[in-house]
């Protein structure tokens, strides 16, 4: 069965830090690309960020460049969503996601999502 599985969210004050981990099981995460939506109360899901699966080129939303680096861990068949400088604006549900290759999950062309762990940012 092929599973994706986040973890790492929570309640953080502005200026903290998260990192969001995402386990992949039933299949081997460097096949794909993989990335990161998330979607606030009453908007639409946004693309964050995303890293290929064959030259490691990465993707990030101008909202979040500077402030949050994507990587692979790929002995542990997981991938990760460092989170630093976080914004109240960034309080959403982050979901993890694979495509067959960057330019497929750049076009929202996913073929797996987690579940979403909650991200709250506030004082």
């Known amino acids: 069965q092929v599973t994706l599985v986040e973890s790492g969210g929570g309640l953080v004050q502005p200026g903290g830090s998260l990192r969001l981990s995402c386990a992949a099981s039933g299949f081997t995460l460097d096949y794909y690309a993989i990335g990161w939506f998330r979607q606030a109360p009453g908007k639409e899901r946004e693309a964050v960020s995303c890293?290929?699966?064959?030259?490691?080129?990465?993707y990030y939303a101008d909202s979040v460049k500077g402030r949050f680096t994507i990587s692979r861990g790929n002995a542990e068949n997981t991938a990760y969503l460092q989170m630093n400088s976080l914004k109240p604006e960034d309080t959403a549900v982050y979901y993890c996601?694979?495509?067959?290759?960057?330019?497929?999950?750049?076009?929202?062309?996913?073929?797996?999502w987690g579940q979403g762990t909650q991200v709250t940012v506030s004082s």
């Open positions: 890293i290929s699966n064959t030259d490691g080129s990465t």
């Open positions: 996601a694979t495509a067959m290759n960057f330019g497929l999950w750049i076009l929202n062309r996913i073929n797996s």
